[in-house]
């Protein structure tokens, strides 16, 4: 049992999820979902069948078909306006398909639930651009994502605090930041601030972590850091990363890793980086010849 584990045992149980969702669509859920508590027992984190987006009558979403396992680090790759961003917008709850099934392990269906619900499911995202709190030093953005998580907020405040503590190093560590603790996070370079956003949504324990082009406007250095980063996330949690930069994908994805091919709304390939580089469809729409 870990020691973010020992902590949740002492709170009063919580309602049947139904009942936590039928708050007129309002944020019912009181914490995070634990990765243990979302059903992946046909090995599937994330599902997306048939999943339709329209806009004015253009389909940015068309028939996507697609599933992610438990623990994996899939990339997906595109050309612009593949619908990539489109999809993590549906998966988050800020935009409605026109149809389709979405779900999150074998019982949540997330066109069900509002935005803050979802995110309460254990679904965190990364936006292109970092959003830090500036004005704060660093580990102190850590410790406010924290507090955003019910289960600490409610929780014995002295073990609250030791407990704490040693989850914000942990976790400076493992973004490499452990150095940079005191500074304000507005005097971070870009690399070090996605590395603290990324951090942040560490702090509530994700199920699922969604990062849209998380390497757009690093440096060849930074970006392999970040790889190095995700990699090390393997298998404490489940990734989706939408990226261009095919360096960085291979880091990723390494030999065997699943890559998939998005284009015009839908799945153009799927396979091992080097098995969809050598698709004629892929090559055709989006690498080039
Ligand atoms: N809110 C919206 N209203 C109208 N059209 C939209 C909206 N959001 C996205 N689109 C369109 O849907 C298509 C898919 O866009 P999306 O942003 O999902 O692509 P993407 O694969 O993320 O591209 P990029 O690699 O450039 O980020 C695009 O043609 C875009 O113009
Ligand atoms: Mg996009």
Redesign the pocket.
């Known amino acids: 049992m870990t020691a973010h584990n020992a902590l949740i045992v002492d709170l009063p149980p919580l309602p049947p999820l139904e009942e936590q969702l039928n708050l007129n669509g309002v944020a019912g859920l009181g914490h995070v979902l634990a990765p243990g508590e979302i059903d992946v027992s046909h090995g599937a984190i994330l599902y997306l069948e048939d999943v339709t987006v329209s806009?004015?009558g253009?389909r940015?979403l068309n028939a996507l078909t697609l599933s992610i396992d438990v623990g994996e680090l899939r990339c997906v790759i595109?050309?612009?306006?593949?619908?990539?961003?489109?999809?993590m917008d549906v998966i988050t709850g800020k935009t409605r398909p026109d149809a389709g099934r979405v779900f999150l392990g074998q019982t949540l269906d997330l066109t069900r639930m509002s935005e803050p619900v979802i995110a309460r499911t254990g679904i965190g995202r990364k936006f292109q651009k970092p959003t830090v709190f500036e004005n704060h030093p660093v580990w102190e953005n850590l410790e406010l994502a924290m507090k955003t998580d019910k289960r600490w907020f409610a929780s014995l405040r002295a073990r609250l605090d030791a407990q704490a503590q040693a989850r914000i190093e942990e976790t400076l560590e493992l973004i490499r930041l452990q150095h940079e603790a005191t500074r304000l996070a507005g005097e971070l370079s870009h690399g070090q601030k996605q590395r603290l956003e990324i951090g942040m949504l560490l702090m509530q324990q994700p199920a699922l972590l969604l990062l849209d082009?998380p390497a757009a406007g690093m440096t060849d250095h930074e970006t392999m850091e970040l790889a190095d980063l995700l990699n090390k996330l393997r298998g404490s949690c489940s990734m989706m990363v939408?990226e261009?930069d095919m360096e960085f994908v291979a880091a990723l994805a390494g030999a065997f890793g699943k890559v998939t091919v998005?284009a015009e709304?839908r799945v153009l390939a799927e396979g091992s980086l080097d098995e969809v580089k050598r698709d004629d469809a892929v090559i055709e729409s989006y690498l080039g010849r």
């Open positions: 806009f004015d253009f940015a595109g050309p612009n306006g593949a619908g990539k961003t489109t999809m082009e939408v261009h998005m709304g």
